[in-house]
């Protein structure tokens, strides 16, 4: 289902006398002339359930909980505030097919579960190469220049769970004095258009440089990154 083809809610219809567009419609809109929808959709039906992510109800239309998916990634939310933005703001609405007309809003456990889904596909890299390769016959991608970062995902580290025991591929690190639990996102930035080429996740434990090689493509004539890549030339 795609957007075009939602009812209008009272927020939609209020927002259809504003003529001008804000940063986030905007960025929807490029995303929805660029992002191959077609053939990533093509690629997940052969493993999207017949009944709900959860059993019991039909499930919501693939197209949309991956609409939602892209969106919760590309604002970096959680399960919770996803929902919420389906809730409280029209364009985004809009761009997944949903309405508050038709209480057509998935809620945060079903969107979890929609991620777990691809995980347990294997599908969630082919997904982001498709999205990249797009983009690069687009000409979007310069790839003249790279820049590369790494954040930290913190994570519980209680062990008061039914294993009782921390997940072992998570790691304890220290930045600066405090010390962090969980993963660390690698990722490798076109420096003229500011996109996502390249993603690896590790252990909080695993030094920024150490990684670095693999979030190049290879065609860069130029690197950049800060402190935690010093000898990143060697």
Not at 207 to 220: F, I, K, Q, S
Request: some cysteine.
């Amino acid at each position: 289902m795609s957007s075009k083809e939602g009812q209008l809610d009272f927020g939609d219809y209020e927002r259809s006398f504003v003529k001008k567009q804000t940063r986030r419609e905007t960025f929807l809109a490029e995303m929805e002339e660029v992002v191959p929808f077609s053939e990533l959709i093509r690629m997940l039906e052969p493993f999207y359930p017949r009944v709900g992510l959860q059993g019991g109800r039909p499930p919501y239309q693939l197209e949309v909980m991956l609409r939602i998916h892209l969106m919760q990634n590309w604002n970096s939310l959680s399960d919770e505030a996803m929902e919420n933005d389906l809730i409280d703001i029209p364009c985004i609405r809009r761009f997944a097919g949903s309405d508050l007309v038709t209480g057509d809003i998935p809620d945060a456990t079903t969107i979890l579960a929609f991620r777990h889904f691809l995980e347990e596909c294997h599908v969630g890299k082919k997904i982001f190469q498709t999205i990249v390769e797009h983009l690069s016959k687009k000409g979007l991608l310069v790839r003249e220049g790279t820049v590369v970062d790494a954040t930290i995902i913190h994570a519980p580290t209680s062990t008061k769970n039914r294993k009782k025991e921390r997940d072992p591929e998570k790691h304890q690190t220290r930045k600066g004095n405090p010390w962090f639990f969980g993963m660390k996102t690698h990722i490798g930035v076109d420096k003229d258009s500011g996109l996502i080429h390249s993603v690896v996740t590790t252990g909080a434990n695993v030094h920024d440089v150490t990684m670095a090689a693999e979030l190049l493509h290879g065609e860069e004539k130029v690197v950049y990154g800060d402190a935690g890549y010093q000898g990143l030339h060697k």
